[in-house]
């Protein structure tokens, strides 16, 4: 009991703050991907309070997903029904629930460690630079949008530029207001207050944002906030209007092909998403505690058979949502439950209050966010590493920001890939010199693609030589790497050689 009261002290304010950051994450995807604003909401509830309790991961928070808006936008476009697009989600997660079974989680272990932080510099980056233009009052772009061309045309960065000529002064100055609360709040006097652990930067951050906006209203003064730079939840006047926001999938569509089609896609998409999502969170994860990924896949596709069978969009583990409950102190899945009961309560029982919450408030808390991802050590710490770790950094934070966040990732996997083929290629055989006396040793494993190292080594070796050639280490040795060293051994004589081999007891090396 003294555990829970003692995580509950860092769980219950890293609830309040993951809260106000997914509130608007959802309203916005949702926007973004052409499907009602609630099922957005409906995703998130889901991702909190179903994903939270069947998922072993202590910190990773669910919820629909910036990377599925194209893949949700165009399904519900080609779609017969939005009913249609349920059922899709609700076989997305079945096929999740078959992935995990499969122990297709193995997968996201294949990411090297330079990518997973490019992909949280990137987002962070993203976050920041997708958040400055609502920081100012230019709410064009949808919340959560993570790709490069947006949906009005501009892109990440000319859209900082059109920013320029739609400033709202009200909006900058509880912009402002917001941001410098959140810095002030992660000072040393600050963090040594006993209260501000119980009572997070941003509520203080909404709350002044409305406050400010109701004294411009009150005054009469023209830094008034009009709706569409506030919060604007659905809003139900009785509990039946509030069950009208849910909706159910037609199962009739099963018969539809591409039905099917669009839940394998959800499913792939959606399942590589959570597995770099829990990668992501395990490495900022301050306990350096691991999540159990085949779990992962059961618990997000319990997630999206829930989300899909009453009216919401398709869900994953979400980085940004995860690094604010690392950011906030979380220390248990608690603090992820709380926040999908926040959600709930909030949108059944005080969607108005929560429609006075103006933009610009919460993006001073996401810039924040963001900046706690990107910090600029972690490419100093990659830098001392050598090329191997900063090139694949570096590669992933800019494909991601020019692109997306799979086809960066993508890109990010590939050039990590060439660095890891390079150095196993380089250290796959070795040549030992000692006067006149040369010595070839092999990995545990050398492959077809070392058969041009090989070939080069041997060739270094002058006539009259002694040769000592060790392959007691290996457990496998390629055939096309026998036989060139077979010829070697049978050129020797000719070239005045003495070879002399050290053999694997395995059996199977040849």
Same mark, same amino acid.
């Given at each position: ?22 509130? #608007? ?221 849910? !909706? ?68 994953? !583990?979400?980085?940004?949502? !995860? ?52 910090? #600029? ?7 001392? /590493?050598?090329? !191997?770790?900063?090139? #694949? ?28 083929? /390079? ?71 000719? /070239? ?13 090396? /040849?």
């Amino acid at each position: 009991m003294r555990n829970y009261l003692s995580d509950l002290k860092s769980d219950l304010p890293a609830s309040i703050f993951v809260f106000l950051v997914a509130l #608007p994450l959802c309203l916005g995807i949702a926007l973004g991907s052409d499907a009602p604003l609630f099922s957005g909401l409906i995703a998130g509830i889901v991702g909190g309070i179903v994903v939270g309790i069947l998922s072993k991961s202590s910190l990773s928070v669910s919820g629909p997903a910036a990377g599925l808006t194209t893949i949700v936008a165009a399904a519900i476009a080609d779609l017969p029904a939005y009913e249609a697009f349920l059922m899709a989600v609700v076989l997305a997660g079945a096929f999740q629930i078959i992935f995990g079974q499969l122990k297709a989680g193995l997968l996201g272990d294949f990411v090297p460690v330079s990518v997973i932080k490019g992909m949280l510099a990137a987002i962070g980056l993203t976050l920041i630079l997708k958040q400055i233009p609502h920081l100012v009052g230019h709410d064009a772009d949808f919340e959560g949008d993570e790709n490069f061309i947006q949906p009005d045309g501009n892109n990440t960065f000319t859209e900082l530029l059109e920013s320029i000529n739609h400033m709202t002064p009200g909006a900058m100055i509880i912009g402002a207001f917001s941001l410098m609360l959140m810095l002030i709040w992660e000072t040393k006097r600050m963090k040594r207050m006993t209260w501000t652990r119980w009572l997070p930067a941003p509520l203080f951050a909404v709350i002044g944002g409305i406050g400010f906006n109701e004294l411009f209203r009150i005054t009469g003064s023209r830094l008034f906030l009009e709706p569409s730079h506030l919060v604007a939840i659905p809003q139900a006047h009785s509990p039946q209007e509030f069950l009208s926001f849910f !909706s159910v999938p037609d199962f009739t569509f099963l018969a539809n092909t591409k039905v099917w089609m669009v839940g394998i896609t959800l499913a792939l998409v959606a399942s590589l998403e959570s597995l770099l999502g829990i990668e992501a969170v395990d490495k900022l994860d301050p306990r350096k505690r691991t999540t159990p990924p085949n779990r992962e896949l059961f618990a997000q596709g319990a997630g999206n058979i829930v989300s899909g069978l009453i009216g919401g969009l398709p869900i994953t !583990s979400v980085v940004v949502r !995860s690094s604010a409950n690392v950011t906030a102190g979380g220390e248990t899945k608690t603090s992820t439950i709380l926040h999908g009961i926040l959600l709930l309560i909030s949108v059944a029982f005080i969607a108005g209050v929560l429609n006075l919450i103006p933009l610009a408030a919460l993006a001073g808390v996401l810039i924040f966010v963001g900046y706690k991802l990107a910090k #600029p050590s972690i490419a100093i710490e990659l830098y001392g /590493r050598g090329s !191997s770790q900063i090139l #694949p950094f570096s590669v992933t934070v800019i494909a991601i920001l020019l692109t997306d966040l799979l086809i960066g990732i993508g890109i990010g996997i590939l050039v990590g890939l060439y660095f890891v083929l /390079r150095s196993n290629f380089k250290s796959a055989v070795i040549l030992v010199v000692d006067g006149n006396k040369y010595l070839i040793k092999f990995r545990p494993e050398v492959s077809f693609f070392n058969k041009a190292l090989l070939k080069q080594k041997l060739l270094q070796i002058p006539n009259g030589s002694s040769v000592l050639i060790d392959s007691s280490r290996c457990k496998f040795i390629d055939h096309d790497i026998q036989d060139l060293i077979d010829d070697f051994v049978v050129s020797a004589e000719a /070239r005045e050689m003495r070879v002399e081999l050290i053999e694997s007891n395995f059996k199977n090396n /040849r």
